[in-house]
């Protein structure tokens, strides 16, 4: 095994020992990116010499007997939208490209605190509004297992990143599944927290009432190690979960517990215009958790193309809103042709900001509009809470509800159908449901189709209950083998 393929716990038992030290393991990893970036383009900022220094302080710090935890000497990648002081946060965009922040987000802080090592900023759809990771104003990321196809969006740089061998976990962003569809379509464990378990402080927003951080690895059990260190109440996060009920011992601890005789819910009409491949993973999975104790009970969700709608509705609105502060005038990109206050608003948002942000800017602005805010934006909301109402009807009769996460593997890159709730943002059906309702969803891998290609499945549980989600889907992994690393991988191994 080499040191890119390891765990978190292989990496940190590895450390104690003194079998490796994290400078080595910092190495390996910068070597990989050198080496798969031309190829895969997971990263827009690579921080070799910022991660060297911070692997150092690790070993340091271990040396002296100063363990802060799990974490300490791991290296990670993060998303472009998430702050970190001293190094640029683009999101994607030519509007922040030399925008440093003078903070790190509150993730960042705890992570930094953990002893992590930050190996450089990801890869993303612009300002996350997207599903393919596209929508970059510098450059597409490829998919792994197949570099002609998408990783996913929009958090897909760092999708990628960890499936390659790039990283060894990443921080995401989720607003209607930018973690869950990734993580499926590139072999990993995703995890959305509830909406406020982890501070949103730091993160630019795209909808500030659906975004939240959450980790991308490749084991559930390494997902939760992640999760436990940045499941922190901020107290001047104002969304902040005020009474989170953390498990004792922690998200890791909570994989251990019981099995019991858990209720799992599958919503009958998640298999209409299913891939077979996916319509069978799911078969299986209910079959294995049927086998394995559990009992699983048929549910039924309707309107999922109105919520897929409402979803739609809802972030563009509060995208317009989020948006508005860029204008080439407080900070970011201003454009030089400008000669009146009207132009530099005008020009800087048309030169700096991509086709999809402008759609649903405009979308949002529509929405807001005095003649349409009835008819379309509250409409939306009701159907919100339509959404909240049905999941709370439903977990009465489950603990956790198994769903797919896309249609199918991944799409080839440049096949984004039509832009319409009919074409491309269709597939989104599944990882908005939960987003709507500020619940937890977790997805993980079950299986590669003929072509090698991963699919993942999802599991959605009450708010809070990320703890059994880790339980339930590494009873699944343990029964299972892991997927392969992809071939660029193995490639890459052998000097190829």
């Not at 009146?340 to 949002?364: F, N, Q």
């Amino acid at each position: 095994m080499t040191i890119t393929d390891m765990t978190i716990k292989e990496m940190a038992t590895a450390l104690r020992k003194g079998d490796l030290s994290t400078s080595e393991i910092t190495r390996a990893f910068l070597q990989n990116i050198e080496k798969l970036e031309p190829t895969v383009g997971s990263y827009i900022t690579v921080t070799e010499d910022n991660a060297l220094a911070m692997a150092k302080k690790a070993d340091r710090r271990l040396k002296e007997g100063d363990d802060p935890g799990l974490l300490a000497g791991i290296p990670a990648a993060l998303k472009d939208n998430i702050a970190t002081a001293g190094i640029r946060t683009t999101n994607a965009s030519r509007m922040l490209e030399h925008f440093v922040p003078a903070y790190d987000a509150y993730a960042v802080t705890l992570l930094r605190g953990s002893g992590a090592v930050f190996l450089g900023k990801t890869n993303m759809d612009e300002f996350a509004m997207g599903d393919s990771s596209e929508a970059s104003a510098f450059h597409a990321t490829h998919n792994p297992y197949d570099t002609t196809r998408v990783p996913g969006g929009s958090s897909g740089g760092s999708a990628a990143a960890v499936a390659a061998g790039e990283a060894v976990y990443a921080l995401g962003t989720d607003t209607g599944g930018s973690i869950c569809q990734p993580a499926a379509y590139c072999g990993l464990v995703g995890m959305r927290p509830t909406y406020g378990l982890v501070s949103r402080r730091g993160v630019t927003a795209y909808a500030s009432s659906f975004d939240q951080t959450g980790p991308m690895t490749r084991t559930v059990r390494d997902n939760a190690a992640v999760l436990d260190a940045i499941a922190v109440r901020d107290p001047k996060d104002g969304m902040a979960a005020r009474f989170a009920p953390i498990p004792e011992g922690g998200y890791v601890g909570a994989i251990e517990d019981t099995f019991g005789n858990p209720v799992i819910g599958y919503v009958e009409e998640f298999s209409n215009g299913l891939n077979p491949a996916v319509r069978d993973a799911i078969e299986r999975a209910l079959q294995f958790y049927s086998s394995a104790g559990a009992r699983v009970v048929p549910l039924s969700f309707p309107h999922l193309q109105e919520a897929l709608a409402a979803y739609y509705l809802l972030t563009s609105a509060e995208g317009y809103s989020a948006i508005n502060r860029y204008d080439g005038i407080h900070y970011g990109y201003r454009s030089a042709d400008a000669e009146t206050v009207d132009d530099i608003y005008i020009r800087s948002r048309s030169d700096a900001l991509g086709l999809e942000v402008k759609s649903r800017v405009l979308l949002g602005s529509y929405l807001l509009s005095k003649e349409n805010y009835d008819t379309y934006y509250e409409k939306a909301a009701r159907i919100r809470t339509l959404v909240i109402q049905t999941f709370n009807t439903l977990f009465n009769a489950c603990d956790a509800i198994l769903a797919p996460v896309t249609i199918g593997p991944a799409p080839l890159l440049g096949a984004r159908g039509d832009e319409s709730l009919n074409g491309q943002y269709s597939s989104d059906r599944f990882t908005v449901l939960a987003p709507l309702a500020g619940l937890p969803a977790l997805a993980f891998p079950c299986g590669l189709t003929e072509e090698g290609l991963p699919l993942g499945l999802q599991l959605i549980g009450p708010r809070f209950s990320e703890g059994r989600l880790y339980m339930l889907a590494a009873t699944y992994e343990d029964a299972h083998e892991r997927l392969p690393r992809p071939r660029i991988f193995h490639e890459l191994r052998n000097g190829k």
